[in-house]
Nanobody, 129 residues
Framework: QLRLVESGGGLVQPGGSLRLSCVASGFTLDDKGVGWFRQAPGQEREGISCISSANGTTHHDDSVKGRFTISRDNAKNTVYLQMNSLKPEDTAVYYC??????????????????????WGRGTQVTVSS
């Protein structure tokens, strides 16, 4: 069974940090672009951080640039999202997705176009005092 499973969400105070993990089972991530997306209630899903497979090139949306960092550990078949200086407006369900298109889209294109052949079910992040 091909699955992506997110974890690491929760309730955090403004200014706090969380690290999300996205683990793949049934397939490998090392040849795929991977992205983190989020969707707040009543809003469209948006791509926030994406990473390529070949050289680890990353793209971060302006709303999270300087606060969030995406990284990957191919040995663990896992992609992470380190989130620092969290704000209430970061509250959303966070999803990871992997794209297997060839040629691989750039991380920016993957985020902007919300591309992904495989999607996880999401993990809730709530930033509140």
């Amino acid at each position: 069974q091909l699955r992506l499973v997110e974890s690491g969400g929760g309730l955090v105070q403004p200014g706090g940090s969380l690290r999300l993990s996205c683990v793949a089972s049934g397939f490998t991530l090392d040849d795929k672009g991977v992205g983190w997306f989020r969707q707040a209630p009543g809003q469209e899903r948006e791509g926030i951080s994406c990473i390529s497979s070949a050289n680890g090139t990353t793209h971060h949306d302006d709303s999270v640039k300087g606060r969030f960092t995406i990284s990957r550990d191919n040995a663990k078949n896992t992609v992470y999202l380190q989130m620092n200086s969290l704000k209430p407006e970061d509250t959303a369900v966070y999803y990871c997705a992997a794209d297997d298109a060839y040629p691989q889209p750039t991380p920016q294109r993957m985020c902007v176009r919300k591309l992904g052949a495989y999607w996880g079910r999401g993990t809730q992040v709530t930033v509140s005092s």
